[in-house]
């Protein structure tokens, strides 16, 4: 069985769902490229997915270590290039809370 799915609804949204929980998430193609811009597109779920991984992987570390990240924010800027269209630069920044982490822990 797939762990996802994902339908073509016609007007360049896609339904995809997850199977295990089965969250909903739907993707509509930008502005700039045909699309809607009214929810995800798939470009911005890949810079989100990288994001998200990464913020993942900081949670785990704290956990197994004893370092409360809870709060921390993250901004994600993704710039398109053209000839093909494609992903050209993800930009991502994590806000760490306003707390005091060791010098070891920063680095980690």
């Known amino acids: 069985m797939a762990d996802i799915t994902a ?3 016609g ?4 339904e995809c769902v997850h199977q295990q929980s089965g969250t909903v998430l739907v993707t509509d193609a930008p502005k700039d490229n045909n699309g809607k811009g009214e929810a995800f597109c798939p470009t911005d779920l890949c810079a989100t997915a990288l994001a998200a991984c ?26 398109m290039s053209a000839n093909p269209r494609r992903i050209g ?20």
């Open 11 to 14: 007007d360049l949204r896609v």
């Open 54 to 79: 990464a913020m993942t992987i900081i949670g785990i570390y704290g956990r197994n270590h004893g370092v409360d990240v809870t709060g921390t924010t993250i901004e994600i800027s993704k710039t």
């Open 89 to 108: 630069k993800i930009e991502i920044i994590f806000n760490m809370p306003d707390r005091e982490f060791s010098e070891k822990e920063k680095t980690m």
């Open 7 to 9: 339908k073509y609804l």
